[in-house]
């Protein structure tokens, strides 16, 4: 199997209009526990994602393309999210080949990459009631999925899904909404939510391609 350079560039823009969507409904999870601007700035990173893979150019790598979302990202003004997600395309470039294409394996390891960048940053892990409850077992799940990139993608969006709903079961241990404690048991992470419509859009993005 081969991932090419347009199919990460469609699963990418279809991971971002799958967040983009639920912007209205992340604000709401996020004003009962913080600031109420998560939905907010997930569309501003987002669409700088977005931006990024539109004006990329055609001479340039997977890796290339990673790390120009990452600076893109770094660059708004926002809350938590903006660095955590800036650090997540940092592992996804530093694990991701120096060319147009890549093996199942290079897929597989350049996810693995962002996830394990992030975890050195956050040290949130599952449980916590955070983004890593839904990013770890979506790349878990990628990485022992069998079949092509489609049978990936569909079982890491699956996951992240599962794994975003139950962090309604947990009391936040990060961000602002820590200081709810069990109060916050019953809603689920805005930033896990966040996570899980961006694999939901990497599935999305990747049918438009076939």
């Known amino acids: 199997m081969t991932v090419t350079l347009r199919q990460m560039k469609q699963m990418l823009l279809g991971g971002a209009d799958c967040v983009i969507s639920a912007r209205d409904e992340l604000t709401d ?6 600031d109420a601007d998560h939905g907010i700035t997930m569309e501003k990173i987002m669409t700088a994602l977005k931006n990024a893979v539109r004006s990329f150019g055609e001479d340039g790598t997977i890796k290339d ?19 955590l997600w800036t650090t997540l395309f940092d592992g996804l470039a530093e694990g991701a080949p120096d060319r147009i294409e ?18 050195e940053i956050s040290r949130a892990k599952k449980g916590d009631k955070t983004m890593m409850d839904a990013l770890e077992p979506a790349v ?26 139950e962090t309604a079961n947990f009391a936040a241990r ?19 939510m966040s996570m899980r419509y961006f694999f939901q859009g990497l599935l999305e993005g990747l049918k438009k391609d076939q």
Do not use: Q
Request: aromatic fraction near 8%; proline fraction near 2%; glycine fraction near 14%.
């Open 174 to 192: 990060f961000g602002r909404a820590k200081n709810y404690g069990e109060r916050s048991i019953g809603t689920p992470d805005a930033g896990a």
């Open 65 to 83: 393309l990673m790390s120009g979302i990452s600076m893109a990202v770094m660059t708004i003004n926002g809350g938590s999210a903006v660095p």
């Open 102 to 119: 890549m093996s199942e394996e290079e897929f597989r390891s350049m996810f693995r990459s962002g996830y394990e960048t992030l975890f």
């Open 140 to 165: 878990d799940a990628l990485c022992a999925a069998a079949g092509g990139l489609a049978d990936m993608i569909k079982a890491s969006a699956g996951a992240a899904e599962a794994g975003a709903r």
């Open 29 to 34: 999870i996020d004003s009962r526990f913080g």
